[in-house]
């Protein structure tokens, strides 16, 4: 934070070739109508793997006999991504985030195959790895973007632009994943996504080496990178991915592993993250820290929702990524409420309000378990925590930009990312854990309740998860420094 007030922190304050004139476009405006067009489709491409992907991957599992994997198949995505976010925050500090955006997708689209092509589940969860690198650097690379391109009053409706990005891909997403999946097979749900990054890049790179290009003031143009970084982003993967082994591989033996791990990511995190990040110092550190809670919580919840409804209660895969449809547009609504103007007073309340919800869909999503409970139940809640969300992301997303300084927008953004990515991996990680100490891995279709129902084993995801996102709601009230006290007169 350096002791700076927002107002000195906008990183449009960066020199650029805007003039006076752009500076009062809108996002889609005729200044800015081909960089937003650009950046929003190719996260609208993220959102429609996310998706679709989701909805093919019970069915993946199954096929490849990978079951047990399931949670390695999510959290491998999010481990690898851990190093892809730290090194785009160097990469685009000092060289423009132009090169890590382009060699993020290619990575992307070269995981999507591999997963696509794979024969084995192991084959499988390193696509996903491959995947989650190239991710890891798009999604930094997109901030930095946003941060250097936009002025600060335009900011929250990109980032409610990029939420609404997801409502067509959660609608059509699963229903289309589904269909491919029953009729073709789950492979081209993922070999038929990389063709389609062409338009948004020859739309976008244009506008992004015009904008957005060269090194910030600050950072020298062609600056290498910080070694001690890169060492502690190999450190914080390579301890998630052990920490994520051990907690599939329920044996004493595991117990190495697991301290291995430890030991590579305690001092990576404190290393890579804000100070006081753990303990919700205020302002930045906390958040950092509640993007963390609650994406980590969120999403470890959420992949056990298709495999919960497909064997537990007997629905199809398109079925059961449907249910997960309505949280696209409920979503994008929480995130355009945030961004008026109007509410900005009222933000942190907002996101309050968000963590609430989050929690309670999360704490309801089990009660399907309960057969009288009609299957729907999980859409309706999940429709409410989506809107949390919504409310929640998108702003910490916001505040993170007006607490960083311009040469530090890519650290920070790296920073916020690898929080959103380590508690995905290490709350995917304990929930898995609870899942196949409880039988899950061995969980089957519904009709075959006597030899593979395990109904405590997804209750023993959900439940802790909504916990955490209770957690997140204290976080919010640490979100903005004190202001401090009036001496008194006299």
Known sequence: MNGLE??????????????????????LGRSYRALSVGI????????????????AM????????????????????????????????????????????????????????????????????????????????????????????????????????????????SVVGPLAAGTVTEHLGWRWVFVGIPVLVVFPLALALPQIRRRASGAVDGCAEGASFDRRRIRLALGISLGAGLLQYAAQDLRWLSLLPAAAGAALLVP???????????????????????RGVAAGSFI???????????????????????SLAAGGGTWALGSWVQSRARLEP???????LGMILVAAAIAVAPSVLIDS??????????????????LVISSTSVLLLQLSAPEEAGTNSAALQISDGLCNVLLLAAGGTAFAALGGGTATHATTQASGSHPAAFAAVFLPMAGVALMGAWVTTRLRAREPRPLAVG
């Open 6 to 27: 927002p107002a000195d922190t906008d990183v449009a304050d960066t020199p650029d070739l805007r003039s006076d004139g752009e500076r009062d476009e809108r996002v």
């Open 40 to 55: 929003v489709s190719v996260v609208l491409l993220i959102a429609f793997e996310a998706t679709a992907v989701g909805t």
């Open 58 to 169: 019970p069915v993946a599992a199954r096929e490849l006999d990978g079951v047990s994997l399931y949670a390695f198949a999510f959290s491998g995505y999010f481990t690898t991504s851990l190093f892809g976010m730290v090194l785009a925050g160097q990469w685009s500090d000092r060289r423009g985030p132009l090169g890590a955006l382009t060699t993020g997708i290619a990575a992307f689209a070269a995981g999507l195959l591999l997963a696509g092509t794979a024969s084995a589940m192991w084959l499988f969860v390193v696509g996903r790895a491959v995947q989650g690198l190239g991710g890891g650097l798009v999604i930094v690379a997109l901030y930095v973007v946003v941060g250097r391109a936009y002025p600060e009053r335009l900011r929250p409706s990109i980032m409610a632009a990029f939420a609404a990005s997801w409502v067509v891909p």
């Open 268 to 290: 990576a995190v404190l290393g890579l993250l804000p100070r006081g990040t753990w303990r919700a110092a205020r302002g930045l550190p906390s958040v950092v820290l509640l």
């Open 300 to 322: 470890a919840a959420e992949s056990f929702v298709p495999l919960m409804l497909v064997t537990q209660r007997g629905l199809s895969p398109t079925l059961a990524g449907f």
């Open 346 to 352: 009222y933000r942190e309340r907002l996101m309050t």
């Open 373 to 390: 409970v009609p299957a729907w139940t999980v859409a309706v809640a999940w429709g409410f925590g989506c809107f949390g969300m919504g």
